[in-house]
């Protein structure tokens, strides 16, 4: 840790401003301790006013704009990373409502914990309009919440999601930055996972994380992700991230996964006509996870490869 800690809140924008506007509403009527420096606003892809909402964003946060033309919201986060040294980063989405002790909270913790810590905090969800509870069953975390308990505990595994997470710059600069080939907008198959990638080359290297209970945040759920035709999209994207990280390409994990699929087939044909929605669309959520799930495993994909998928919530 830098002998003067210094913090950095960094958060990627795309086409969201009046998402953005709240959440830097919420930031700007919390705490910010002294050693909170600046905040880094990334938009990607194309101009579409972030920087009009970070140049009359209350002075206090100290908001910064920049413009990343890639739409790769890893390649975003990087360029972020260019403008860092040893400062601490608190990374949040444009669509999040910040309880008041967050950031504060993360900083407290950065300056207990000097070395060998990465810390996240539990989420909830803000819907835009709520979804039944047997569909709330199949959402994921991002879009139901997360959370490890009441409180603090060392992980051992990348399990905290991408808009409520912090670590120093140098320890995510350490092991490479950001694969631009992985998250939203990426030109690769993985459309989901660039920060449990980070999180798990920074547990290789020996750090621990921190989950931290009151570092709260909610994350805004827009009511076409609360759909089943998402939710199908997103299990199978699901399914695929696991594929490319097992790459089993033997025969009895073909015959397995192409057995379970023709179960789910069956069962999607044979409960189709049923009013029930949850009996109806569990086997074909079930059936795109495992047919993602074989695109992984027996597709190659390299980082200029290009496959489409869904991305999942920013």
Not at 77 to 87: I, P, Q
Not at 179 to 198: D, K, L
Request: charged share 25%; with cysteine; aromatic share 10%.
């Amino acid at each position: 840790m830098p002998d003067t800690l210094k913090a950095v809140i960094v958060l990627v924008s795309h086409d969201r401003c009046h998402l953005l506007e709240r959440t830097l509403a919420f930031l700007a009527q919390g705490e910010l301790p002294t050693e909170y420096a600046r905040m880094l606003v990334v938009e990607n892809g194309r101009q579409f006013g972030a920087e009009r909402v970070v140049a009359v964003a209350d002075p206090r946060l100290h908001a910064e704009y920049l413009f990343e033309p890639s739409s790769s919201k890893s390649r975003a986060l990087n360029r972020a990373l260019e403008e860092l040294t040893d400062e601490f980063i608190v990374y949040l989405d444009d669509d999040v409502r910040v309880a008041p002790h967050t950031v504060r909270r993360y900083i407290d913790a950065a300056a207990e914990h000097a070395q060998g810590f990465y810390f996240g905090g539990p989420t909830g969800a803000d819907y835009e309009q709520e979804p039944p509870e047997w569909l709330r069953k199949h959402l994921p975390a991002s879009a139901t919440g997360f959370s490890l308990g009441e409180a603090p505990r060392q992980v051992d595994r990348p399990c905290f999601l991408g808009f409520n997470w912090a670590a120093f710059a140098n320890d995510i600069s350490r092991v490479g930055g950001f694969p631009e080939h992985i998250g939203p907008g990426a030109p690769g198959g993985q459309t989901i996972g660039e920060e449990s990638e980070v999180q798990r080359k920074l547990l290789a290297t020996g750090m621990q994380g921190l989950y931290l209970p009151d570092a709260m945040v909610w994350h805004h759920v827009p009511k076409d992700r609360c759909t089943t035709g998402w939710v199908k999209k997103r299990c199978h994207t699901s399914g695929l991230v696991i594929g490319l990280q097992e790459n089993d390409r033997s025969i009895a994990s073909l015959v397995k996964a192409v057995s379970r699929m023709a179960v789910f087939l069956c069962l999607s044909v044979l409960l189709s006509p049923c009013w029930k929605p949850q009996w109806r669309w569990w086997p074909r959520f079930k059936l795109a996870y495992y047919s993602g799930l074989l695109r992984g495993r027996y597709r190659h994909v390299t980082p200029s490869s290009s496959l489409s998928t869904s991305d999942g919530p920013r």
